[in-house]
């Protein structure tokens, strides 16, 4: 059974393993861009863990996934192109989610984490990112528009609403 756990910095090692995975899928899948071989850094990712925002996906104390979720206003989202937030409500945000690939319900498993803290979730992907957009749309969330990151580049958003 899939658990979701809280990241420690003796975690780092598997979680930059599991990103090396997803980079090298993404790389292999069309979207060569989104993270290459050079993101998340080891930097941000204890970053991330020193803040208590980084998850592990663990089966049998195994990691098999991380992910970030943070609450409060992600500043990326506060302009949206070619379309609109459902609203202003408070939400959570699912950021640099990523899988070792062993293990299937990984990202429903995140989704319902996500929405077991939140009446609003939002999330974005590399318009290359047609896995991740599939999975998005699957697990209930809608499009919204187009999101520019910290580097510049655009990214589909999502949104869920409980009862939305």
């Known amino acids: 059974m899939l658990e979701i756990r809280k990241a420690v910095k003796e975690d780092l090692e598997r979680i930059m393993e599991i990103y090396g995975i997803a980079q090298d899928y993404m ?7 989104q993270w290459a071989h050079h993101y998340p850094s080891p930097e941000l990712i204890n970053d991330d863990i020193r ?11 195994i990691i098999h996934g991380v992910f970030v979720l943070c609450e409060g ?3 990326t989202y506060a302009k949206i192109f070619n379309g609109a937030w459902f ?9 640099r989610i990523a899988s070792d690939g062993t293990v299937h319900g990984i990202f429903h498993c995140v989704v319902d984490y996500a929405k077991s803290k939140a009446d609003n979730v ?3 992907t590399h318009e290359n990112n047609l896995t991740m957009q599939h999975l998005i749309e699957k697990n ?13 580049s655009p990214r589909v958003a999502f949104q869920w609403v409980r009862n939305g």
């Open 140 to 152: 209930g969330f809608v499009k919204c528009g187009t999101i520019i990151v910290r580097d510049g």
């Open 122 to 124: 939002r999330i974005d």
């Open 27 to 33: 790389i292999s899948h069309g979207n060569p861009t």
């Open 73 to 75: 206003e992600e500043p």
């Open 87 to 95: 609203n202003n409500d408070p939400y959570v945000t699912i950021h």
């Open 51 to 61: 803040k208590g925002n980084c998850y592990l996906v663990v089966e049998e104390n």
